[in-house]
């Protein structure tokens, strides 16, 4: 063979090797890669094609078989499926976001400083509107008084919440257009006053005489809201939220973002409950776009355990004259679950005492009669009375948890339910035996949106502060495995999205993250400091 032939027989064998191999948008190679798959394998290296996963498995022989426009070389960084959160308030974060963040600013000065940054940053907004300000991080430890609003802010109204919600620092501007003046007289409020002037200081149902004049946000704010939260969430490294109690307006505005690509993030929409919503929506039924599924209703049984809302079996230990309160009759949640039950929505139902969950327990399963795959929810499972757990089993009832609320309320729970019942609180690892799952968010604003936080509260039961040392009620402390099923695969399951999402195979939409250490093994006390290099979903990189 002569020197032209065998050039020839080269360039055959590199079409050949060429044309063998298909095509692909994007290879990811050294990586270290949890798939969350039913065997919870690891890979090194994932193929991806028009936004799914195409082929997970070793570098070498995706790089043999795939031709991809792009590689993406991760260095040995630790891969994870999108993180879930199964429980939060999308426009909530957004509404959080839109306001100044006051909290730990350690003097009025500092308040100020922040709230001019602030301005700078929102040059559209009519009113100014803070948060979270707490005189007593202050030298001066009385409350604070408008002169300093009004030297710094003559002409925009501003209005700032107390870091425990019940009084409002407004400047005179605010006064004026609220019409608040000395006479001013509210029923279970106050209006503080120094010199027969108001002080500029609100307290408890006083605030409305301001807050009822808030500009109502428009669709506009509301879209802007919205980015704002997702780009909080996706630099989280959460890919899909579970929205707790949505209207139908928001939905559809979600819903058009989405279409318009001004959205990136998955949104699984549980409806508020309200008749005119169940109507509309029992009519139309459940729909699912790629991004946004329709396809639940959010009930309320019961309060919060901290304002001694919580529907308990047995009196609060520390009042003894109150038992808490259901928020909907027995009878209309009967009325609605059955509704539910003739259609095809899921029913997620938020109980946080051990009598709420008892109630719904009772009702879901009477109407589900046994093991089903109707996947209904119990929102927050927070207080359950030892002989009701196995109920979530009989029944096929899912179990939608947080674990930060443990970590949060362990200073206070154990003076509300007393030392037996606290016990069969915040009983995640209990609750997950049931029916081998459970789901993991954070009903973030109420809580940090970070799902690590969540994730180190499952596992080390500690807070912020690792506090306590040893952990909160460890026999309920969950291993790490489970945590991380909890915000991926399972929280999938809990949203019907498990054959989509939640894990990294084959024919799964690529939603998926790369963090800089790997939260399988760092020690606990490295978690909640994780940072999430990359945030991917569908295939697009969004953060
Ligand atoms: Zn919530």
Redesign the pocket.
């Known amino acids: 063979m002569n020197r032209i032939t065998l050039s020839l027989l080269a360039l055959c064998a590199v079409f050949q090797a060429c044309s063998s191999k298909k095509p692909a948008d994007l290879l990811v190679t050294n990586a270290r890669v949890y798939t969350a798959d039913s065997s919870f394998s690891t890979a090194n290296a994932f193929v991806i094609k028009d936004g799914k996963f195409l082929a997970v498995g070793a570098a070498d022989i995706l790089a043999k078989d795939y031709d991809p426009v792009t590689t993406l070389d991760l260095k040995g960084a630790p891969v994870y499926p999108g993180f879930y959160d199964p429980?939060a308030?999308f426009l909530g974060l957004g509404q959080v976001l839109d306001q100044a963040d006051l909290v730990g600013a350690s003097s009025y000065d500092e308040v100020i400083a922040r709230l001019q940054t602030f301005q700078r940053e929102h040059p559209d907004n009519t009113w100014l509107i803070g948060r979270g300000w707490d005189q007593n991080d202050w030298s001066d430890k009385t409350f604070p008084t408008k002169e300093k609003l009004d030297a710094a802010f003559p002409n925009a109204p501003v209005a700032l919440t107390r870091v425990d919600g019940h009084a409002l620092l407004v400047n005179s501007k605010a006064l004026r257009l609220g019409q608040v003046t000395a006479g001013s007289r509210v029923a279970g409020g106050e209006v503080l006053l120094q010199n027969g002037e108001p002080t500029g200081v609100l307290v408890d149902n006083a605030m409305q005489l301001v807050k009822r004049i808030l500009p109502r946000p428009t669709l506009a704010d509301k879209a802007r809201m919205l980015k704002n939260a997702e780009k909080a969430c996706v630099a989280l490294g959460l890919t899909t939220v579970s929205d707790?109690g949505i209207s139908p307006d928001e939905i559809n505005l979600i819903d058009s973002l989405h279409r318009t690509k001004q959205l990136k993030i998955r949104d699984y929409a549980m409806v508020s409950l309200g008749e005119p919503n169940l109507d509309y929506f029992l009519k139309r039924g459940p729909f699912q776009t790629e991004r946004l599924t329709v396809r639940s209703f959010k009930l309320y049984a019961d309060g919060a355990l901290g304002s001694r809302g919580a529907c308990l079996r047995q009196p609060y230990t520390d009042r003894s004259e109150t038992k808490g309160f259901l928020l909907l009759s027995s009878d209309e949640l009967a009325r609605v679950t059955k509704l539910l039950y003739a259609s095809n929505f899921q029913a997620n139902t938020h109980c946080i005492g051990d009598s709420a969950n008892h109630l719904m327990l009772d009702l879901y399963g009477k109407l589900l009669g046994g093991k089903n795959d109707r996947r209904w929810r119990i929102e927050h499972a927070q207080i359950v009375s030892p002989n009701d757990f196995q109920l979530f089993n009989r029944y096929s009832i899912i179990p939608s948890v947080q674990p930060t609320h443990a970590t949060s309320d362990m200073y206070w729970a154990g003076d509300r339910l007393g030392p037996v019942r606290v016990k069969s609180a915040y009983a995640f690892r209990d609750l997950m035996r049931q029916n081998g799952l459970v789901a993991f968010g954070s009903?973030f604003p109420?809580e940090a949106p970070n799902p690590l936080f969540g994730f180190h509260a499952a596992v080390a039961r500690q807070d912020a502060k690792n506090f306590p040392a040893g952990g909160y009620q460890m026999e309920n402390a969950v291993d790490r495995k489970s945590a991380l099923l909890a915000m991926t695969r399972w929280a999938a399951y809990a949203n019907f999205e498990d054959q989509l999402r939640g894990s990294i195979a084959p024919g799964k939409q690529a939603d998926f993250v790369v963090l800089d250490r790997d939260i399988m093994t760092v020690p606990n006390k490295k978690l909640r400091d994780t940072k999430v290099h990359q945030t991917w979903i569908g295939g697009e990189r969004v953060h």
């Open positions: 429980h308030h707790a009903d109420v």
